[in-house]
């Protein structure tokens, strides 16, 4: 796999200091976009300050809460160029995982536990709904390729919603495409009469 890993556009091409406040509106709207090799933390601060991971409560999803938790204590620092190579092939973990996930992603553990919706601003709100619509879309397209029932209720993003998307940055625009061609298959798949059909297709396209 090869190019550069998207990066917000708010902070593309320039170094800054990201507080809490900041650091976690990027979050909601793009996801985790901090490659976790690629971080520098103080060992004292990790293991004094910080207290670690807390895999138990975030699972795979901790690197984030602990780029979180940071972030209260002091601003996070980004530096706007490429200063590693990171290698995804199709046996890594996050990338076969990618393709077989039928659960909820990990991240909106992290969310739940760093966003409260009565207080955030309706962008916000928003953004996480556009994640928890990526996230079905992936869980029913793995479920599909699996030629598995999905589930009763899909999160869904309305027209108005994916036009929004589609003005909002290229990262939104790239996934509101995708989520629409899988609500198209999801709703032809519950038409038994075409799912091995349709599953012969899914096989060969990478979500």
Known sequence: MLGERMFPDEIKGTNVLLGYDD??????????????PSALMRTAVFKKDLGGWNGRDFGYSADL???LRAARKAPVGFIAKPLMSYRA???????ALQKVRTVRHAIFK??????VPASADSVARWNV??????DSALICFNLMKK???LPSVVEKLSMSDNLRALATSSFHR????????????????RFGFLRSLLRRSISRIQA
């Open 65 to 67: 809460d602990l780029w």
């Open 129 to 134: 709904k556009f994640l928890e619509a990526k």
């Open 23 to 36: 650091l976690l509106s990027l979050v909601l709207k793009y996801g985790n976009f901090i490659t976790c």
């Open 89 to 95: 092939s199709d046996v890594s973990f996050s990338v």
């Open 147 to 149: 030629g598995e029932p």
């Open 110 to 115: 992290v969310i739940e536990a760093h966003y």
């Open 174 to 189: 790239h996934f509101a495409l995708r989520i629409f061609a899988i609500r198209i298959f999801a709703t032809l798949y």
